[in-house]
């Protein structure tokens, strides 16, 4: 199994910025890629963002595209999101999630996912 703990969620106005971490832990190896969703209340969940661990590569959603950067640290086993120019359309519990396969965009290819961390962002 893969343990995945967030954490760096909170509350920061419109325009402000804040960094998510994911730490990995237990069967690491088996995860290929590692992607952040987030669910906002009422709402499905959304594919925000994925990097994979072996060569870096990055896919992101439209609407976080030019705000948001995933980037990874094989030594941490550790995954960042950091959110730039933050909207209050960005409010939403955030969760990382690992995937054992090149297929990063879909929540069911994910097998392993954290608890999540909330970002509430103000007007």
């Known amino acids: 199994q893969v343990q995945l703990v967030e954490s760096g969620g909170g509350l920061v106005q419109a325009g402000g910025s804040l960094r998510l971490s994911c730490a990995a832990s237990?069967?690491?190896?088996?995860?290929?890629?590692m992607g952040w969703f987030r669910q906002a209340p009422g709402k499905e969940r959304e594919f925000v963002a994925a990097v994979t661990w072996n060569t870096g590569f990055t896919d992101y959603a439209d609407s976080v595209k030019g705000r948001f950067i995933i980037s990874r640290d094989n030594a941490k086993n550790t995954v960042y999101l950091q959110m730039n120019s933050l909207q209050p359309e960005d409010t939403a519990v955030y969760r990382c999630?690992?995937?054992?396969?090149?297929?990063?965009?879909?929540?069911?290819?994910?097998?392993?996912w954290g608890q999540g961390t909330q970002v509430t962002v103000s007007s």
């Open positions: 999630a690992s995937s054992p396969r090149p297929d990063w965009s879909r929540p069911s290819a994910y097998d392993y």
């Open positions: 237990g069967r690491t190896f088996s995860s290929y890629a």
